[in-house]
Nanobody, 125 residues
Framework: QVQLVESGGGLVQPGGSLRLSCAAS????????MAWFRQAPGKEREFVSG????????YYADSVKGRFTVSRNNAKNMVYLQMNSLKPEDTAVYYC??????????????????WGQGTQVTVSS
């Protein structure tokens, strides 16, 4: 069992930055591929970024490539999403997700075993 808690969301102006954090419980965190998804009102949940269990491989949706950076610290059971050059279309609830022995690059929400409660990111002037 893994519990995930996101933090770091908020209101930011276009062009600004935010850093999301996801704290994971459990002793087997390093066995999980981790990902960030987001869901805007009236839209389906979409894959944003993911990272392999070791942290050696990272993946990004085309819409965020070059602006967002995912990382993880297995010693601290943490995953991060650094978001730069934010745009109004990045506004959404952002979720952290974990897939046991998963690669962290699946864009299908059903491939993930555990989810956090989400953190709101609003990009607006």
């Amino acid at each position: 069992q893994v519990q995930l808690v996101e933090s770091g969301g908020g209101l930011v102006q276009p062009g600004g930055s935010l850093r999301l954090s996801c704290a994971a419980s459990g002793r087997t965190f390093s066995s999980y591929g981790m990902a960030w998804f987001r869901q805007a009102p009236g839209k389906e949940r979409e894959f944003v970024s993911g990272v392999s269990s070791s942290g050696g491989n990272s993946y990004y949706a085309d819409s965020v490539k070059g602006r967002f950076t995912v990382s993880r610290n297995n010693a601290k059971n943490m995953v991060y999403l650094q978001m730069n050059s934010l745009k109004p279309e990045d506004t959404a609830v952002y979720y952290c997700a974990a897939a046991y022995r998963g690669p962290g690059n699946s864009i299908r929400p059903k491939q993930y075993d555990f989810w956090g409660q989400g953190t709101q990111v609003t990009v607006s002037s």
